[in-house]
């Protein structure tokens, strides 16, 4: 398959090309190589996939419209993984407009190309953030008790409903995956379990928030990356394994699905402090803070749906995640 995956240079779209390569596809990646993170931490993960003859990489922006239509009409993808987007829930309370125009331009500019091209499958990154302040436990998509409190959170919403009308507009089977709080090797260093990590091993304090009085449902790469994988084969409305999992062909006009993608329990911030002080060797030096504006106390999975559709559960526990997570830190910085 031609294989478009946007984000190469990220977290989540480094591990999925490396999964994906080596299996007879041709994968091209796009990448804008923003600062908003270390960009040389960007440039090792394209480093890193080098070796894949199957890979090549154009920088590009989502939201620069000829470029991406050119790039639509030049290479005719079969199947596209859009993973690219402004990511961070804090940073968009400072930076508003960048979430518009990569996260909606740069949506809409992927649908585009999805339609004008006959894209047999799109699968692009929502997130867990779009349950925002819901107290209805495990979070399902069937429930729809989506409630985003930060801008982040309301363009990935806005992502799904975008998708919704391509799917049903023009037959695009798109499919939306809810990522829960990824961690693992070649990590975000504006998350947790980076920002912990570094803030241990250099005997300094971490920041707490909520007085540590939260939980998320952290997932681990590599959990991440096999429900991305499986789901890319499970193309809705056409696939007898999306007809199952959705109950039917009659229960929607259009080729549309959601499905989380989390580990599927919940972990208190103090206990995922403690995986990581166990992981590193060390004891964490905690500064207890108020909650951050946009932050949600709890993050939880229902994952039912991504079973049934891939027979697949996410399975690496957090003290499991965080000794390969802190051995890999410990390679890459020399620490
Ligand atoms: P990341 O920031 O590491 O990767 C995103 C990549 O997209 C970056 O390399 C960035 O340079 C690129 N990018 C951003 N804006 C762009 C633009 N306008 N044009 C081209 N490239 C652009 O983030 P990640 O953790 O790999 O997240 C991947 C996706 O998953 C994102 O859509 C994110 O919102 C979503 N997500 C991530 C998590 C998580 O915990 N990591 C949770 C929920 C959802």
């Known amino acids: 398959m031609k294989l ?8 989540i779209g480094h591990a999925v090309a490396r999964r994906l390569s080596g299996q007879g596809h041709q994968i091209l990646g796009l990448d804008n190589l923003n600062d908003y993170y270390d960009v040389a931490l960007k440039q090792a993960r394209l480093e890193d996939l080098a070796d894949c003859e199957d890979i090549r990489f154009v920088r590009l922006d989502l939201a620069d419209r000829d470029g991406m239509a050119a790039l639509f009409a030049e290479h005719r993808f079969d199947r596209v993984i859009h993973l690219a987007a402004q990511a961070g829930v804090r940073y968009s309370l400072e930076n508003p407009h960048v979430y518009v125009d990569s996260n909606l331009v740069g949506h809409l500019n992927v649908l585009e190309g999805c339609r004008r091209h006959g894209v047999e499958h799109l699968v692009y990154a929502s997130s867990s953030s779009v349950y925002g302040m819901n107290d ?3 979070f399902a998509t069937a429930d729809n008790v989506d409630h985003p409190v930060s801008l982040y959170a309301a ?10 009308t391509y799917s049903h507009l023009y037959g695009i089977p798109t499919t939306g995956l809810r990522f829960f709080t990824v961690y693992g090797p070649w990590g975000r260093p504006d998350m947790a379990m980076f920002k912990f990590t570094r803030a241990i091993l250099a005997g300094q304090p971490l920041q707490v928030f909520n007085h540590g009085d939260m939980s998320r449902d952290f997932t681990y790469i590599d959990d991440i990356v096999e429900g991305v994988v499986r789901i890319l084969e499970v193309i809705p409305g056409s696939d007898p394994a999306w007809r199952a999992s959705h109950g039917g062909p009659d229960t929607s006009s259009a080729p549309y699905a959601l499905y989380n993608i989390g580990h599927g ?21 905690c500064d207890y803070q108020a909650m951050q504006p946009g932050d949600v106390p709890r993050t939880w999975a229902d994952t039912e749906a991504l079973f049934a559709a891939t027979g697949y559960r996410p399975q690496v526990k957090v003290e499991e995640g965080a000794r390969r997570f802190v051995d890999w830190y410990r390679g890459y910085y020399g620490v």
Request: charged fraction near 20%; hydrophobic fraction near 50%; avoid cysteine.
């Open 4 to 11: 478009l995956i946007t984000g190469l240079a990220g977290f």
């Open 136 to 138: 209805k436990v495990p």
């Open 155 to 164: 363009t990935k919403k806005a992502n799904e409903l975008m998708a919704h």
């Open 265 to 285: 329990s919940p972990v208190g911030l103090m206990d995922f402090i403690r995986a990581v002080e166990a992981a590193t060797g060390r004891e964490a030096i």
